[in-house]
Nanobody, 126 residues
Framework: QVQLVESGGGLVQAGGSLRLSCAASGRTFSIDYMGWFRQAPGKEREFVAAISRSGARTLHADSVKGRFTISRDNAKNTMYLQMNSLKPEDTAVYYC???????????????????WGQGTQVTVSS
């Protein structure tokens, strides 16, 4: 089993920045790619970004491209999401997720992930 714990959420003004962290524990050697998703009230969970095991491959949703950057430090078993130029529409609960093995082409699908964190709230005020 793998446990994921997010941190770094909070309240920020539009145009500000936050960095989310996702700390993994347990059978971390089994983790392949990891990702960030978010869910706003009344909306479905949506893909934000994903990163391969080595970190060589990343993918960002069009809505965050150029503003958010995903990264991971395998030595620390931690994944990050640097969020800059935040907008009110970025307000959501952000979840980190990990997959044991799968095709990179599926990283945008929430159903592909085996483990999930409890989420951290990000609120961007206008």
């Amino acid at each position: 089993q793998v446990q994921l714990v997010e941190s770094g959420g909070g309240l920020v003004q539009a145009g500000g920045s936050l960095r989310l962290s996702c700390a993994a524990s347990g059978r971390t050697f089994s983790i392949d790619y990891m990702g960030w998703f978010r869910q706003a009230p009344g909306k479905e969970r949506e893909f934000v970004a994903a990163i391969s095991r080595s970190g060589a491959r990343t993918l960002h949703a069009d809505s965050v491209k150029g503003r958010f950057t995903i990264s991971r430090d395998n030595a620390k078993n931690t994944m990050y999401l640097q969020m800059n130029s935040l907008k009110p529409e970025d307000t959501a609960v952000y979840y980190c997720a990990a997959d044991r093995a799968g095709a990179w082409g599926m990283v945008m699908r929430a159903t592909e992930y085996d483990y999930w964190g409890q989420g951290t709230q990000v609120t961007v005020s206008s």
